[in-house]
């Protein structure tokens, strides 16, 4: 029995272990990085929920942090501009007066064969993917050095670590991510801020949701759990890396694709 009781505590410790965190999510209005936003919001974070097109979306991911007790801010912005960035993390500090946790979640996809690429779907991709993610963790950055404390977190994909024929420019994108993040945990490790990115498999969202249930039962095929990925399963392993369990963890790159890659 008390055996039980600890466990339970333990438990209930890690579940309310971001209480008071204010972590910024970019792209919170869908998708993986609305289930970031939930699961953070969950352990008792404070959220700021970036979106760029889909309002309605944000203020539903708000109100459902607001049903559960917790806090939320909703900022619209385009990630890959400069003077949006700066609007954002200038609207965090106002209403919280600190950032602990930056996820870098917002992107977009525009698929093509290299022949075909256009230079504009090219940009477009790097643009939001890689540069906005670098002017968030930039914003991000100055802050976390005067705090001396801070978590990045840049989501990357499993793209960006194996390629895929018809996406070169969102696997250069996000194995750009890859590169910022080792880079950025070398510059801001000795102010004691972490971090790290996670290289998601495939995850049911909008963003996978065109494929066809052919290619779908392909990809199942190679995951070795047999099933394609949950935003919960993305979301779990952001609320980790974001927390105190993850202190001591930096520069990493942490795999979520059911084997995918094994
Ligand atoms: P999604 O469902 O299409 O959601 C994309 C999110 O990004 C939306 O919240 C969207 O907000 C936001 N966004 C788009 N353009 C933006 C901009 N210019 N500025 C700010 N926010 C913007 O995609 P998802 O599947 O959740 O993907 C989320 C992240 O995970 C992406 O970085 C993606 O590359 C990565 N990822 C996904 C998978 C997967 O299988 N789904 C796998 C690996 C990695 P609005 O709708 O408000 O514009």
């Known amino acids: ?8 505590g333990g438990r209930k410790s890690m579940e309310k272990n971001m209480k008071g965190k204010v972590c910024v999510v970019t792209g919170g209005s869908r998708g993986i990085g609305r289930g970031i936003a939930l699961e953070l919001a969950g352990r008792g974070a404070c959220l700021v929920i970036n979106y760029h097109r889909s309002e309605n979306q944000a203020r539903d991911v708000q109100s459902e942090i607001e049903a559960i007790g917790g806090r939320a801010l909703v900022v619209r912005g385009n990630m890959a501009l400069e003077e949006d960035v700066k609007n954002l993390f200038a609207a965090v ?4 007066g600190r950032v602990d946790v930056l996820v870098n979640n917002a992107g977009v996809t525009r698929d093509g064969l290299v ?17 906005g993610a670098f002017l968030c963790s930039r914003a991000a950055a100055k802050i976390f050095m005067k705090q001396r404390s801070g978590k990045i977190i840049m989501i990357s994909s499993v793209v960006g670590l194996m ?62 759990l047999g099933r394609l990925g949950q935003v919960q399963d993305v979301a779990r392993a952001a609320a980790f890396l974001a927390s105190p369990d993850a202190d001591y963890i930096t520069g990493q790159v942490l795999v979520v694709d059911g084997g995918l890659r094994c």
Do not use: H, W
């Not at 690429?117 to 090219?122: F, G, N, R, T, V």
């Open 1 to 8: 029995m008390k055996m039980f009781m600890e466990n339970n």
């Open 93 to 96: 500090l106002a209403e919280f």
């Open 115 to 131: 022949a075909r690429m256009s230079a504009a779907d090219y940009d477009e991709v790097l643009d939001l993917n890689l540069k």
């Open 163 to 224: 390629g895929n024929a018809g996406q070169c420019n969102y696997a250069a994108a996000k194995a750009g991510l890859i590169g910022l993040t080792k880079s950025l945990a070398r510059e801001l490790g000795p102010r004691s801020v972490t971090v790290n990115a996670i290289a998601p498999g495939f995850i049911v969202t909008d963003m996978t949701q065109e494929l066809s249930e052919e290619a779908k039962g392909k990809y199942i095929e190679s995951i070795p």
